[in-house]
């Protein structure tokens, strides 16, 4: 009986979780829809609606651990924000976001194997996630591969057609590779 009443109450304790993540789900669906064909103005709006749904785990405590992950990044302490994402990811291993901040930590570093490891668990997570995207199409760049990099600033391109710094990116590309296949 005992165990009936814990899952009763594990139940309706994630039920409310679950709509939340389903709800936000389904507005960066629409928002994606939108984006794709926003003039830049309203996509950089659209952008931003986006990242802040997709920057809520629904707890709490691990959008405190992610706020804190983030402040240190900002200030420049990069081995303590990338402890506060480990610890999220540690506690919420299907927080596409968590993964995504450690991994612009570990870039900043320029720990590249870190960082394209924890774009994939991104992506793997959230295909969508243009911003992983571009990050991914970065490193790529960095490490010398042009023409992969190009494809996936393509990726980025069909999500979000007016990703300033994907459209920069894939113009260098282009002006680079004259007489070059990409």
Not at 117 to 124: P, R
């Amino acid at each position: 009986m005992h165990n009936l009443k814990l899952v009763v109450a594990a139940v309706l304790f994630l039920t409310p979780v679950l709509a939340t993540a389903q709800d936000q789900s389904d507005q960066a669906t629409t928002l994606l829809q939108q984006l794709h064909e926003a003039d830049p103005t309203d996509a950089k709006k659209i952008e931003r609606e986006i990242s802040l749904i997709w920057g809520r785990s629904g707890s709490p405590s691990m959008d405190l651990l992610l706020t804190r992950g983030q402040d240190a990044l900002e200030a420049g302490e990069v081995q303590t924000a990338i402890g506060h994402f480990s610890a999220l990811i540690d506690h919420a291993p299907e927080f596409a976001e968590a993964w995504h901040r450690r991994a612009t930590a570990f870039y900043r570093e320029e720990e590249f194997g870190l960082a394209l490891a924890d774009l994939g668990h991104v992506l793997t997570l959230n295909p969508n996630h243009f911003n992983a995207m571009f990050g991914l199409a970065v490193i790529l760049e960095t490490l010398d591969r042009p023409q992969e990099a190009f494809r996936v600033y393509e990726k980025v391109l069909d999500l979000y057609p007016t990703h300033e710094r994907a459209l920069e990116a894939e113009e260098r590309l282009r002006a680079q590779a004259t007489g070059q296949k990409i």
